[in-house]
Nanobody, 126 residues
């Protein structure tokens, strides 16, 4: 059974940086494409970034492009989300998700992912 554990959230000021981590256990990490999503109060969970199982392809929401970077370390079973130039509108619970090798849904869609972490809160004050 795949388990995902996020860490690294917190309270920061606008313009600051944070790095989120998500460790996968229970299966071979390199077999999974990984994504980050976020959900603000009263809003739908939305796509933030994704990275293919081999790390050669990355995808970003327009709202974070140029500020956030997704990466993975297959030796550590961990995916990262480096968040720079944070804005108050980035405030949300951030979730990581894992997608196995089967299925054709794009990595930008929630439905592509079969496993989700519990989330980590990111709060950006103005």
């Amino acid at each position: 059974q795949v388990q995902l554990v996020e860490s690294g959230g917190g309270l920061v000021q606008a313009g600051d940086s944070l790095r989120l981590s998500c460790e996968l256990s229970g299966r071979t990490f390199s077999s999974y494409s990984m994504g980050w999503f976020r959900q603000a109060p009263g809003k739908e969970r939305e796509f933030v970034a994704a990275i293919s199982w081999g790390g050669s392809s990355t995808y970003y929401a327009d709202s974070v492009k140029g500020r956030f970077t997704i990466s993975r370390n297959n030796a550590k079973n961990t995916v990262y989300l480096q968040m720079n130039s944070l804005k108050p509108e980035d405030t949300a619970v951030y979730y990581c998700a894992a997608k196995g090798l089967t299925g054709t849904s794009p990595l930008t869609q929630k439905s592509a992912y079969g496993y989700w972490g519990q989330g980590t809160q990111v709060t950006v004050s103005s």
